[in-house]
């Protein structure tokens, strides 16, 4: 519930502050959902579902554009600019995954 408040707050704010500008915010995918959630008015199963059946790809992007003053879903979990990329391979790894990779080493 408090990464929803926040968002709607970020939402609000990114309005008044950059009205008509585009604006490029970098997350992880439960904030993401949240942003989803709240902008399309999804229901908490919706995003359950989306969490479980579409794990978002690390650094895909989720579009929205402005139209008469709402935002509208362009794309959901784009790899494609990564994909075009010969530099960067998409996963689909868990914060779990990376967390095990990091077990047992000194910090």
């Known amino acids: ?3 929803i408040l926040r968002v709607r707050s970020i939402l609000v704010e990114l309005q008044e502050r ?3 500008e585009r604006v490029w915010l970098f997350s992880h995918e439960a904030v993401i959902l949240a ?3 709240v902008v399309e008015g999804l229901d908490e199963q919706r995003v359950v579902a989306l969490q479980k059946e579409e794990p978002l790809a690390n650094c895909s992007m989720t579009r929205y554009r402005a139209v008469d003053g709402a935002l509208q879903l362009v794309r959901a979990d784009d790899t494609r600019p990564v994909e075009e990329s010969d530099e960067a391979h998409v996963t689909h790894e868990t914060d779990d995954a990376a967390e095990d990779a990091g077990a047992g080493q000194d910090t």
Do not use: E, I, K
């Open 1 to 3: 519930a408090d990464v």
């Open 18 to 20: 950059f009205h008509g």
């Open 35 to 37: 942003f989803r959630y």
